[in-house]
């Protein structure tokens, strides 16, 4: 994991739930001066965290601001490869952007750009991403899996299931389902949006770029008015204000397990999970693509992923790319 020091010690606070750190312990532990300690905790106290002096034993973390810190995150990754390195940002254009320029700088597999807040987020079809400083989930995860560049847009689905799995999880009033191909509705309003680049040679993948944009702590007046009747957050959802931090590891830790399955095994494991998590299968729907508009109802998605519409004069017809109406 590529933590700075400062990160190395919150982790080690972290980790130590409540026991006291002393100063020269934490020297010893990382091969530095107990000022240049102290030096790092004040930084972290600047930030927003806050530690407890125990007299004769140390400092206790006793508080931690609502940050999506990289020393935070990784305290709960189970992951060899997803978000061991981490890049953080406090605001930036859109973290797709920079995902662009570190893959093709050679960013590791499995590399996240994270940020409390975008200025030009990007949806899908270039549409505008509202990213709310500091309340939503706005991060690239950088991928080098070894398929070929017609595979990339089942790994569209491969996140939908890991992100669907992911908040079912930790949230027990919370019921996600997905809409293909890849938005997260609750109770059919959206909650989180996926959007997955390319980088690659005509035979050959060598980046996928997924980018994950989650309304977790948002309440309704932070939205736009014209999202207020089609966006939700989780915290709404759930009726409490959530941790990201723990949200965007568990996502880590789902989506390493589900693109390891889909390498090794293909989209058949994939597909059954998606139509588990599916709200669109079985009911009726509007699709409209480039060409047309087709109305009928969704029977079920290939094993490429491609979803399949019954229209009412029997004939099926396949949609690469739409928008979906329920
Ligand atoms: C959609 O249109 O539903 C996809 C939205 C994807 C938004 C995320 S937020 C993080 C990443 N950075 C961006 O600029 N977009 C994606």
Redesign the pocket.
Known sequence: MNLTLKDEILKRFLSANGEPLSGQQLGEEFGISRTAIWKHMQTLQDEGYTFDTIKKKGYVLVATPDRVDPARISNYLATNRLGQSIHYFEDC?????I?HELARNEAVDGTVII?ES?S??????A?H?E?TKGK?????VIIRPNVLPHQAPQFTLVVAVAVVNAIKSLYKHIHPEIKWP??ILINGK?C????TEMIAEIDQVQALLI???INVNQQSSDFPEELQNTATSLSIEENESLDRAILIATILNYLEKYTDLYVQHGFSPIKILWEEASGTIGKRIRATTLREVIEGLAIGITEDGILEIQLDNGEIKRVYSADIEL
């Open positions: 254009t859109s973290t797709q952007t995902g940020a975008q030009k987020g990007k949806g899908r079809m549409r991403w990213s939503g989930i706005w991060m690239t890849n938005d959206k989180t949006g996926i959007l980018g994950i944009g």
